[in-house]
């Protein structure tokens, strides 16, 4: 650690030298006392022309055997789920684990699982940013761009599980010929339809937004001439001026603004495809509040996956520090003990309510035949989380990467009980029945995953993958402002 | 000039508009003509010449006609010349009832796996050959001429007087003999009654007039053909007009039947301890207590002295009080109570005396002399048909037969092995099979290659009985007519047009005369369709006719008897009331529906000694008998099997196991669970002479010391659609005494390896109803002190949905629990009318039933100090030996707040302005939505395309199950049997019950033609599917809005329940409350 003379509080550490802790420097503070400073949340003495170059690499130098070994695999589950999909559109629902008493089966798990995890991108880039989170700038990129393919994915299941999907557009409310058909406003079917496409496209704008002056840095440094323009004219020809800063900031702070409730409707919505229901386990007023938060925590998990990669794949060490990946598991320990709460809380009104049908259906999901299900689920998100009490497990990202996994395992199978367990077992005893995935049912699962990773590949390989401006405005000016590196150096002057 | 001047254009070469326009218009027409010469195949339709105006396919009145199935008298309701559904005739006098496999025959008649034509089958080597009538036929005439008495004529039992005739025509004039088979006939009866009165006139009971029956193994709901559950019903409501009580039912059994399930006290039996039993009581009330005009019959005293009570519950493992309990209530209701047995359990080798203790009992509680047997001349039941077949068999083994010809008889598939007559032979059994082969030349009339005529000489394959002529004759003195309603769809031809045509060809004058009116009709010139029907060129209608000539009033030949005939086909029965004059010359058989009340004493005989001594041969030799024994009883819905290719039939559930497509050996729960076996873990069963393994089931109400197993299934050669369904338990029978033996058999059992999971049409049957008040059901003494009680369950809270307001109708239903057996004639009349597809064992395995109607049947959970014995919520109980069953129709209940409506975010289910919860398969996108949300899970949603065939080969390939639902619902001409009245849905779309809606909008567009649409509609206006197949008037249909309606003063009645009233939806369907009278 060495700390320059400029100013005592800008200090340079590597990512290994990180504690979690604020640096106290004794007696630096205006009556003598000590101060405790932050560590820097970019690690490495980054310059900003460092920033640049790190960051802008990916998207300029050809692909390394790496990602081309990653994209294929990602390739190849895409192409499980399109053989899987035209199956299914021509040999028909038949081919699904689905049935009488379980009408809805992996599909809507996946649905609410993938909607889940595209909460924390926007949390990550509009709540924390008008809770001037500072350190939110090193994710959130990504994290916003792992939204946005969540929520492709997510979007593909509403309309793969009709009956007929050919006419999934019938649902979109529009003055037509047939009959005019119009939707019924009911159902929250037809609410889900505004949810998701609302937040996916306001999502996809803030994202862009937030886009546009990396997008001119690559522009910047870009050589070829196609490649110039094609950066200039995504950029929206963004010029750097102090106008377009003055702009950019209004916009983004408003957007901001629109995006938060939105990270708390969308899911809020979806839960009501099952709150509005009658069927016990479903029909709760708890599930808004328990989705919402349900999706936090599972979007986070994924956060935590992808940011491993991108520590340890694309070299983000110094800008994705182990004090990121701390902050994150806080969250989730967090948001894992409010999911831990509203199971306890289900149940307890299980009983409070001295319902017949709804005290039977708790019972059954967690000592029925799906016990199982319900036992992952209760370990992963609720008891799991838990270790991250210890600050020697939260700082390890091998424990973090499996925790991350395996909170998104116990949040798919959250889904699960919900869906299948209320389902298998209603009202009459003569229609239960049990339900099981075929398998047409797993390979449409992972070929999501294949679609999911696919583009996020592709993201990483076109696009400044952190934010470079932002992250530029969290570094220390006394350090980041001297000259680069001298490999930095080195590197402008061949450019 | 103006450009758009067309008509002065002097400069334009070639052709005008107009004349283009017709120019093309020809060619198109032309090409449209020739490319469907080309590429449609020719079709053996006959279009009409001048289309009728407004004639549109399926749109339009339905034809009804009256015939007959197998001796049943049935309404047949056809479109387009397609019979589409068999129901019951509200107005038959015979009291026959309705199986569901009359039903289901509509699927018989249009089965792609019938013969298509006579076929040359080459035995021994050699492929089939198609052949033709004309070449194969006659050659049977020379050869019965030949063979003389070496040829035989195996048939099943004859209900027809002019096939009886037609074989007395060739058996009188080539001496060949005639062999009737019957695989299920109860010999029990015939032979007891027989012994009893001289005659086999087996009396039917009248349930409807008995205030107490007691049933020894009795199966009158599980064989329903004689109608008696129908009787049963009448008197089972609490709320008996005049001061009438409902009757009560306690049965003595050992296999839960459906009928035992119907029991208001079930005692359970193992069969071979039922004759005892029998006669137990028998002693106790003649011997003991003195009552009967036998109590001073010595040679009775004699008989029964060894059945003093006491020791005959021991041996039955009985608490002596519950066989005492039962004499005192028979001692206390004498000529108001009835003992009947039959059915499977009296097919043990103790069965006549099982019926003779039956009839002790009956004449002691004077049941004959108060009229609760119907005094009508019955026809003799048939018997003996066991003993005939060996005696054939063993003919035939030693080549005493030349000539066999086999009609409607499947031996091969449902004979039991014979004894070789001579012993020192090996093998000591031989089946019919090795009997055939020795057989000259085998003729089979069966209609498709079964497993008989594969190994016959040819197959002339006979027409489904809506396809020809023939008669019957009926219980109370009734003939009726079976008239075709179809032409032959195949090159078949009925069985009475080849028997009229053989006896002709034997020398038979009256068939000689048939035949040649029939060769001078077709010879005629055609008559146009305008005038009087022109004589027939069917062999059978001039044989038919002439012979019932003589029950006619006019001659032949004369306009009156043309009249008179056709008021018969009208009628279908004959005598038909008020509508044939009848002579008082012709029929002596009085009609006793119109005649109740007590029969003179003189009419009953007296029961001959000899017939005592059959009690002989079941008396207690001491100590309790041990050992497993095994009951065969007829498959519910497939009977002897020989629809086993009707998926219909498969499909439906066994009102009892819920079992489809297939059966499985029926474990007691104790033993199940000693054995440690799953539901479908394989077993073999021993008996000794044969062995099976089937699967196991955990039967409910089994005795401990029996199983059973389903007999009918395990068709190797019946078509795509049944083949290798469930196993063969026919040759687990066997011929003792000359009677087949199909219960009490001795058999062991041991688990094999490996299991077959059993399609069970339900999920789980046990319920608490304190917990899930979901069936109203209560006793008589709780009834007659609160009409209400059964029907408590949680209130609703307020909706903040609007109510619908209804203009003027809002249809509604109720079930009415107390007379719901839960036969399922219902789930089968609905399948018919909607075309409801069948989706075969993979698809009931996957639970994904298509069915819009099914009887959920619980078991309610035994009750044990107030408190219930064991948790109920996780599936089967550990131990339920004596159930208490429970039978509830389930269908959409058309709910007032129905959840659906509000779910569909397509609109695509919505509710009606007369109270109907539509569903609307055009606006259906298969969100399943509906479904989840639907409590009673009564929504069905089509996984797969089952009305058409996928094309793609290469899809088919991939997902097999695509080829199986095709072969299951679309090979021609199964889709014939659609009711064009109701769309055939597709793949993705959610479908459920419409209330039939197709005939409430057809009662809708009549009334708009009478000018009633103010009016309410009238009680019957529409009637239902599941209401018209329904034998016990269980379900009522009508407009609730109507305050004169039947189903209005249902819904308001105290023992209505609509069902989860918690959840608000309101329900249209009441539910009226199952009473058990428990008052002995």
Redesign the interface.
Known sequence: MTRPEASPYATVMDDGQLTGRPIVVAGAGPYGGDVEVPEPLVTGGKKWADVDRDICMHAEQFPTKRWWIAFSVALAFLGVLVVSLITLFYAGMGILGVNSPVGWGSFIINFVFWIGIGHAGTLISAVLYLFRQQWRTGINRAAEAMTLFAVACAGIFPIIHLGRPWFAYWLVPYPNARGPLWVNFNSPLAWDIFAISTYGLVSLTFWYVGLLPDLATVRDRATHPWRKALYNALSFGWTGSHRAWRHYESAYLILAGLATPLVFSVHTIVSFDFATSVIPGWHTTIFPPYFVIGAIFSGFAMVITLMTFMRGYFGMKHYITLNHMELMAKILMFTGMMVGFAYSTEFFMAWYSGSEWEGFIFKNRAFGPYGWAYAIMFTCNAIIPQLFWFRPLRRNTWVLFAISILVNVGMWFERYVIVVTSLHRDYLPSSWGMYALTRWDYAILAGSFGLFFTLFLLFVRVLPVVAISEVKSVMDPTIARSAPTRAAAAAIQEG | MNPNDTSARPDTPGVDRREFLRVSGALAAGGALLSAGCQVPQEATVPFHDMPENLVDGIGPARFFHTVIDGTPVAVKTREGRPVLITPRADDASGRGLTVRHQASLMDLYDPDRARGPVSVRRGGGALVESSWAGLSPDVVSRLKAAGPKAVLLTGPVASPAVADAIAGITGRTGARHVVWAPLEADAAPEAWKLAFGNARVARPRLEKADLIVGLGAEFMDRPGDGLERDFALRRSPDQADGVRMSRFVQFEGRLTLTGANADRRIRVRDSHLGRIAAALAHELIVVRKLGPLASDPEAGKALAAFAIDAVAVQAGLDARVLKAVADELAAAPGRSIVIAGGSACASASGPAIELAALLLNVTLGAIDAGLFEPAAAIDAVSGTGAALAALAADMLAGKVDLLILAGVNPVYDAPAFATASAGLSPATFTFADALARVGYVVSMNDRLDETSRIADVLLPASHPFECWSDAALPRGLFAIQQPVIQPLFDTRGLLDTLVEWAAGAGDPAAQAAVAAAAAALAKPPVPVTAAPAASPNPAWHYLRAGWAARLPAAPATPAFEAAWNELLRAGQWPAPAAIPVTADKTKADKPAAKPGKVPAATVPAIAPRALALLGAIAPAGGTAAGLELQLYPHFALADGRSGNNGWLNELPDPITRITWGGALSIAPRRFDEMKLANGDLVEVDAGHAKIIAPAYRHAGMHYDQVALPLGLGRVACGVIGDGIGPNAFPLRILAGGRLVSAGLSVSIRKAAGNEPLALA??????DRD??P?VPATTLSAYEKNRTSGTEQ?EGGRSIWPVHEYAKTRWAMAIDLSKCNGCGKCVIGCQAENNIPVVGRAGML????MSWM?I???YDAPKKDGRWDVEV???PLAVVEEPQTLF?P?LCQHCENA?CE??????ATMHSADGLNQQVYN???????C???C???VR??????YGKK?E?AF?RW??P??RR?ADLNTRAPMQMKNNPEVTVRS????EKCSFCIQRIRAAGAQATRDGKTKEHFPDGAVVPACMEACPTGAITFGDVNNPGSRVASMAAHPRAMRL?D????KPSISYLTKVRHDKA
């Open positions: 339900q999920g789980s049957e046990v319920i917990r899930r979901i949680e996957d639970r994904r039933p099914r959920d049947r619980y919520w996780d599936g509830e389930m959840p509000t779910v569909c975010p397509f609109v606006r259906c996108v298969g969100t399943r939505y479904a989840n949300n409590p009673f899970k069905r949603f089509n996984f797969w395309e996928q793609s899809f991939l997902v199950r695509i639902a793949r993705g779309v959610m989860l918690a959840v608000g939806v």
